[in-house]
């Protein structure tokens, strides 16, 4: 059974930082590509990164990029994302997912998900 379940969020203020995280199970994680995608508050989904290829290749929405950083750490089968200079729209439920095969920037499909974790940026 496929298993995903972040961690990390919270209350932070404009400006600061936070690092979420997803622990993950069931599959091989080592050679699975793996995304960020987001919901704020009464809007849709967002996407907001993936790591692809064996995690050689990422891929960031512009509004993020530069200041969150998506990474894994394939001993302990964790996704994780990086949050700096987080602003008050990044207020939203983050979400993990397993990106299906079929994904390519163009195209994003999924095909698992997490519960989600929720960051509240306010001051």
């Known amino acids: 059974e496929v298993q995903l379940v972040e961690s990390g969020g919270g209350l932070v203020q404009p400006g600061g930082s936070l690092r979420l995280s997803c622990t993950a199970s069931?599959?091989?994680?080592?050679?699975?590509?793996m995304t960020w995608v987001r919901q704020a508050p009464g809007k849709g989904l967002e996407w907001v990164s993936t790591l692809h290829n064996s995690m050689c290749n990422t891929y960031y929405a512009d509004s993020v990029k530069g200041r969150f950083t998506i990474s894994a750490d394939n001993a302990k089968n964790t996704l994780l994302l990086q949050m700096n200079r987080l602003k008050s729209e990044g207020t939203a439920m983050y979400y993990c997912?397993?990106?299906?095969?079929?994904?390519?920037?163009?195209?994003?499909?999924?095909?698992?998900w997490g519960q989600g974790t929720r960051v509240t940026v306010s001051s």
């Open positions: 069931g599959f091989t994680f080592g050679s699975s590509a």
């Open positions: 997912a397993k990106v299906s095969s079929r994904w390519t920037p163009e195209y994003h499909e999924y095909e698992y």
